[in-house]
């Protein structure tokens, strides 16, 4: 079964620093999201992606977050300059695009982004 | 009020039993409603879409009641792979974003 993947599980950074979170959408899928959990809260929408710029974004995203296709297969999240709050799982998806309505997302099994 | 609420639990039951969950949206023009479930520290899995006529897939069963705008999900059998933390989720109309409630936590027992 086609899965959405994502590296590296686990990310520890200092406070900061850059990151770069990696995600393989499913192959026919055409719109890829990332979103994210605070440890005990619930799952928040950061930004969609479709045809190569971004449709969607939330007030989370902001100036310190940018997302890329930088080929024909990666998706990538960074953060240009980590905080302590930006600890989180942060979990890539992706759906196929149909033209009249919105369709499920499948999601990848996340990366645990630490900051310190 | 919140845009997708649920009721956080837990619910314990023993095997067997059966539970519901119910979740309310805000926005009365969503579109369309998901139940994800996630287990500790994992990925939000699609359980089952929810359709106007409400749908069935095996021991569980949607529902969605638009005029009172809430959703249901109703679990028979339950089993201890039962456990878990189910997403109530809701779409709005041209929007991709999916919203989140906060999750409602099963726990089966033995």
């Known amino acids: 079964e086609p899965e959405v993947t994502q590296t590296p599980s686990h990310q520890v950074t200092q406070m900061g620093q850059e990151v770069i979170l990696r995600c393989v959408p499913i192959?026919?899928?055409?719109?890829f999201y990332w979103y994210r959990q605070i440890l005990g809260q619930k799952v928040e929408f950061l930004v969609s992606?479709?045809?190569?710029?971004?449709?969607?974004k939330s007030e989370i995203f902001d100036d310190q977050f940018s997302v890329e296709r930088p080929d024909g297969s990666n998706f990538t999240l960074k953060i240009r300059s980590t905080k302590l709050e930006d600890s989180a799982m942060y979990f890539c998806a992706s759906s196929v695009y149909r033209r009249a309505m919105n369709t499920e997302a499948f999601f990848g099994q996340g990366t645990r982004l630490t900051v310190v | 009020r919140k845009e997708v609420e649920q009721d956080p639990g837990p619910f314990n039951v023993p095997e067997g039993a059966t539970v519901a969950f119910n979740c309310t949206y805000s926005?009365?023009?969503?579109?369309?409603f998901f139940w994800y479930r996630q287990d500790c520290r994992k990925e939000p899995k699609l359980l089952m879409s929810?359709?106007?006529s409400g749908n069935e897939d095996g021991r569980f069963t949607a529902q969605l009641n638009r005029a009172s705008q809430y959703i249901s999900l109703l679990i028979r059998d339950s089993k201890l792979s039962d456990s878990a933390t189910y997403l109530c989720?809701?779409?709005?109309?041209?929007?991709?974003?999916?919203?989140f409630g906060s999750g409602t936590r099963l726990q089966v027992q033995p």
């Open positions: 992606f479709y045809n190569n710029e971004i449709s969607e």
């Open positions: 929810v359709y106007s």
């Open positions: 926005n009365s023009a969503s579109q369309s």
């Open positions: 989720v809701v779409n709005y109309p041209g929007r991709r974003a999916l919203t």
């Open positions: 192959s026919n899928h055409l719109y």
